[in-house]
């Protein structure tokens, strides 16, 4: 009688886990120590900075005779005075978010219409690229100081060459143009306004639209060609294929530029708001209030960009790499 011949099942190779883990802890090792001389210079340097700015905005200061200064508390006196006392302040503010809830968007779209464009294989592809980046490094630094006084800024901002006789102006289009122009369509005022306001601010969306698109070229250069290969085959229009792959897995580049734009735009020295705190900060005893008035708007600013982050997290796509 035949006996069955038992085989010796084989053994699955076992997993390293403990060199994987090993070798994960040794890049977390190597990322703080990467970080740390930032976490220095944060803690030793900005910390005691960021508590003294709040601990002004809560006294009146006084400078002593001998030298040094005391601090008399006040409660929340400068915010009240910041607030309701200025009566600018208020109207400044809320100027500015107006003016970012305009530039945000624009600033966001037309980056990401270039990336596009400047993503696409064409002879002198890297000169377009660099052209568009030149306004970033002329906006920079002590090129910005010089610039300020630059005949062809005001120019560029106002100045409309019209024949040979060069006309003053403000804008270059204004509402009633539009109005005039879809005298047939039935277009909102709103809508009329808020294009009219991006076209005379062109110039602006244009130069501070370089590092978003620069983004923007990053995120659509990691996408796999294979994937666009894939749509051809199938036969997708270049528009399918821009909202079912291009915009989707560029996604996570917008909630960056968005982010960045918002923080960009609240911290530009161009900033009304940013213009008038410090004006505040220059006037005899108008340090305390200045503080309180940028500690409010610095908590506006960490509010805008949690709603931002908040919004735009709900429709980007992580593309999952198993």
């Not at 734009?261 to 005893?285: C, H, L, P, R, W």
């Amino acid at each position: 009688m035949n006996q069955a011949v038992k085989t010796k099942p084989a053994r699955l190779p076992k997993r390293r886990s403990g060199k994987v883990a090993s070798l994960d802890r040794k890049k977390a090792r190597a990322g703080w120590w990467f970080i740390l001389p930032f976490l220095l210079v944060f803690f030793l340097v900005y910390i005691p900075i960021i508590f003294d700015s709040i601990n002004f905005s809560f006294h009146t200061i006084y400078l002593l005779s001998g030298g040094g200064y005391e601090l008399d508390p006040v409660g929340w006196a400068n915010y009240y005075d910041a607030l309701f006392t200025d009566a600018h302040f208020v109207v400044t503010l809320t100027g500015g978010i107006q003016q970012l809830l305009l530039e945000v968007p624009a600033i966001v779209v037309f980056s990401l219409f270039m990336a596009v464009l400047l993503n696409q294989k064409m002879v002198g592809r890297t000169v377009f690229r660099a052209i568009f980046f030149i306004p970033v490094i002329l906006s920079t630094g002590l090129i910005d100081s010089i610039d300020l006084n630059n005949a062809f800024t005001e120019y560029s901002q106002g100045s409309v060459d019209s024949g040979n006789a060069i006309q003053g102006s403000d804008s270059l289009m204004s509402v009633m143009d539009l109005q005039n122009l879809f005298a047939g369509m039935k277009v909102g005022h709103e809508l009329l306004e808020y294009v009219v306001n991006i076209v005379n601010n062109v110039y602006g969306i244009v130069n501070r639209s370089g590092v978003q698109m620069l983004i923007f070229l990053a995120g659509l250069q990691s996408i796999s060609p294979a994937i666009y290969e894939s749509c051809t085959i199938d036969g997708a229009t270049a528009w399918e294929t821009f909202w079912k792959i291009t915009f989707p897995m560029i996604s996570p580049m917008i909630l960056v530029n968005a982010i960045y734009t918002v923080i960009d735009s609240f911290t530009a020295s161009s900033n009304q708001v940013m213009t008038y705190v410090s004006s505040v900060y220059e006037n005899e005893g108008g340090d305390v209030l200045a503080t309180a008035m940028y500690w409010i708007y610095f908590t506006i600013v960490i509010l805008i960009i949690a709603a931002v982050a908040g919004l735009l997290s709900a429709y980007v796509f992580y593309q999952r790499r198993d």
